[in-house]
């Protein structure tokens, strides 16, 4: 039923066809529409006939001009109008098999689907898709797509993955880069498995496929305290991160000379971890890769420091803002930054110590509502907390995208009610942030 029809957005297609919420469409030009693979390839025509399944089981067939880019203006029951595909991977550094018992039940659920990566961003590692399903990624254009590569030596992939599939990675990119397809990487980097030469090796089997690779970014392992049992695994520490920046900082010298990119990226917490001050806005080449935290640093600060003279000078207000310990420095510099602007405003940076999953996750994406609340309760905070987006689930869940609901299930409106205190979400790269205060404060009369 995931081609049913949940809602009809007003002046579209759809509303103009007089469509309903209920209605399921089943075919385009004949053909069965399977997944929302099949509805944006068949719905590229300029002259489209449409099956329609009335929600009272009468069937409508609707021949419909368009234009060829115009969709019905619909959103379906299911995102992708089928079932999301299910990892089949059991990876050694997965972060889901670190979560708690008891957490709301599609948290554990480990997706792996092509689709996903096309229309939302996640990651996949192509170790459950077919010849077939290569093959239709090529015939639609699915383009790009996010691949979870983590090394491209087979038989340390298959080892990682604990799947005996995963070895034939770079076979797959190879065919798909053949085809036209443009794809970005990721590489979860552990310590002593397959950072180092093994990272050098990926990263220059990746470089081999650019431009169809357009890059490779690399994360460090996040360990929680919810590890019994699993593989044991250790974190980067100073000297380590350190290292792996210069590693990277020698690749980036050859493949800048070679192709004019740095190509392959470091996330932030590598250099947080270092002690080390994040590049300048130049070496993150466009920040195509903020969703995995690289150039987040750089990106916040360069936005505030381009909007701080927009702040209200005629003004008060009291902020307290919320993060964790990796970018705890740079928020408190940013309050400095408002103050020094206006006396008026009261403003502060609170780092959030993440008991929850263990005080080894310091990003601000995994910070839970409980800890919040347990370690705000018990100091003063300013009239309004402000919190970054990425401590809501949003997008990361089928049927969630609106969410306003933080790991452990605690809402945004529960904090407050908790605190007694008004919760502004920003943009975690810090665009808005400027205009968020001063829509809060008060005009001095």
């Given at each position: 039923?995931?081609?049913?029809?949940?809602?009809?957005?007003?002046?579209?297609?759809?509303?103009?066809?007089?469509?309903?919420?209920?209605?399921?469409?089943?075919?385009?030009?004949?053909?069965?529409?399977?997944?929302?693979?099949?509805?944006?390839?068949?719905?590229?025509?300029?002259?489209?006939?449409?099956?329609?399944?009335?929600?009272?089981?009468?069937?409508?067939?609707?021949?419909?001009?368009?234009?060829?880019?115009?969709?019905?203006?619909?959103?379906?029951?299911?995102?992708?109008?089928?079932?999301?595909?299910?990892?089949?991977?059991?990876?050694?550094?997965?972060?889901?098999?670190?979560?708690?018992?008891?957490?709301?039940?599609?948290?554990?659920?480990?997706?792996?689907?092509?689709?996903?990566?096309?229309?939302?961003?996640?990651?996949?590692?192509l170790t459950n898709m077919s010849?077939?399903?290569?093959?239709?990624?090529?015939?639609?254009?699915?383009?790009?797509?996010?691949?979870?590569?983590?090394?491209?030596?087979?038989?340390?992939?298959?080892?990682?993955?604990?799947?005996?599939?995963?070895?034939?990675?770079?076979?797959?990119?190879?065919?798909?880069?053949?085809?036209?397809?443009?794809?970005?990487?990721?590489?979860?980097?552990?310590?002593?498995?397959?950072?180092?030469?093994?990272?050098?090796?990926?990263?220059?089997?990746?470089?081999?496929?650019?431009?169809?690779?357009?890059?490779?970014?690399?994360?460090?392992?996040?360990?929680?305290?919810?590890?019994?049992?699993?593989?044991?695994?250790?974190?980067?520490?100073?000297?380590?991160?350190?290292?792996?920046?210069?590693?990277?900082?020698?690749?980036?010298?050859?493949?800048?000379?070679?192709a004019g990119v740095r190509f392959?990226?470091?996330?932030?917490?590598?250099?947080?971890?270092?002690?080390?001050?994040?590049?300048?806005?130049?070496?993150?080449?466009?920040?195509?890769?903020?969703?995995?935290?690289?150039?987040?640093?750089?990106?916040?600060?360069?936005?505030?420091?381009?909007?701080?003279?927009?702040?209200?000078?005629?003004?008060?207000?009291?902020?307290?803002?919320?993060?964790?310990?990796?970018?705890?420095?740079?928020?408190?510099?940013?309050?400095?930054?408002?103050?020094?602007?206006?006396?008026?405003?009261?403003?502060?940076?609170?780092?959030?110590?993440?008991?929850?999953?263990?005080?080894?996750?310091?990003?601000?994406?995994?910070?839970?509502?409980?800890?919040?609340?347990?370690?705000?309760?018990?100091?003063?905070?300013?009239?309004?907390?402000?919190?970054?987006?990425?401590?809501?689930?949003?997008?990361?869940?089928?049927?969630?995208?609106?969410?306003?609901?933080?790991?452990?299930?605690?809402?945004?409106?529960?904090?407050?009610?908790?605190?007694?205190?008004k919760i502004i979400v920003t943009?975690?790269?810090?665009?808005?942030?400027?205009?968020?205060?001063?829509?809060?404060?008060?005009?001095?009369?």
């Amino acid at each position: 039923m995931g081609n049913e029809i949940a809602e009809v957005m007003a002046g579209s297609l759809a509303e103009e066809l007089e469509l309903e919420p209920g209605d399921r469409l089943v075919k385009i030009n004949g053909q069965e529409v399977k997944d929302i693979l099949d509805y944006r390839f068949l719905m590229c025509d300029e002259n489209v006939i449409l099956e329609i399944v009335k929600s009272s089981g009468e069937i409508w067939e609707l021949d419909v001009e368009k234009d060829f880019d115009e969709n019905l203006g619909v959103v379906f029951k299911e995102s992708i109008m089928d079932k999301a595909n299910r990892c089949s991977n059991n990876c050694i550094f997965c972060f889901i098999d670190q979560l708690p018992k008891g957490m709301r039940e599609t948290l554990y659920f480990k997706d792996d689907d092509s689709r996903l990566s096309f229309l939302q961003g996640n990651f996949v590692t192509l170790t459950n898709m077919s010849d077939d399903d290569l093959d239709r990624i090529i015939k639609y254009r699915i383009s790009p797509i996010n691949i979870s590569v983590h090394t491209t030596n087979p038989e340390l992939r298959v080892k990682m993955l604990r799947n005996r599939f995963a070895g034939n990675i770079n076979d797959r990119l190879k065919k798909l880069a053949a085809a036209g397809i443009e794809m970005n990487c990721q590489v979860v980097l552990c310590p002593g498995i397959n950072d180092g030469e093994e990272f050098r090796r990926t990263c220059m089997d990746l470089f081999a496929l650019y431009p169809q690779v357009q890059n490779l970014a690399a994360v460090p392992i996040g360990l929680t305290k919810f590890r019994e049992g699993l593989y044991e695994l250790e974190l980067y520490d100073r000297e380590s991160a350190a290292a792996e920046i210069r590693n990277v900082e020698e690749l980036q010298k050859n493949f800048l000379g070679e192709a004019g990119v740095r190509f392959v990226r470091l996330s932030d917490e590598f250099y947080v971890t270092a002690g080390m001050d994040v590049p300048g806005a130049e070496f993150y080449e466009g920040f195509h890769q903020l969703e995995d935290g690289v150039g987040i640093i750089r990106s916040f600060r360069d936005n505030v420091e381009r909007d701080i003279d927009r702040l209200s000078k005629n003004s008060k207000g009291s902020f307290t803002l919320v993060t964790g310990e990796s970018a705890y420095n740079e928020l408190s510099a940013f309050a400095e930054m408002v103050k020094k602007e206006n006396s008026g405003i009261i403003i502060d940076a609170v780092k959030i110590v993440n008991n929850f999953f263990g005080e080894t996750i310091t990003v601000a994406g995994l910070i839970t509502g409980t800890d919040i609340v347990e370690q705000l309760s018990k100091r003063e905070t300013g009239e309004y907390l402000i919190i970054p987006d990425t401590m809501l689930r949003k997008g990361y869940e089928l049927g969630d995208t609106g969410s306003r609901v933080f790991l452990d299930d605690m809402t945004v409106g529960e904090i407050e009610d908790t605190l007694n205190k008004k919760i502004i979400v920003t943009d975690y790269t810090g665009e808005d942030i400027v205009d968020k205060i001063n829509l809060y404060c008060k005009e001095v009369i």
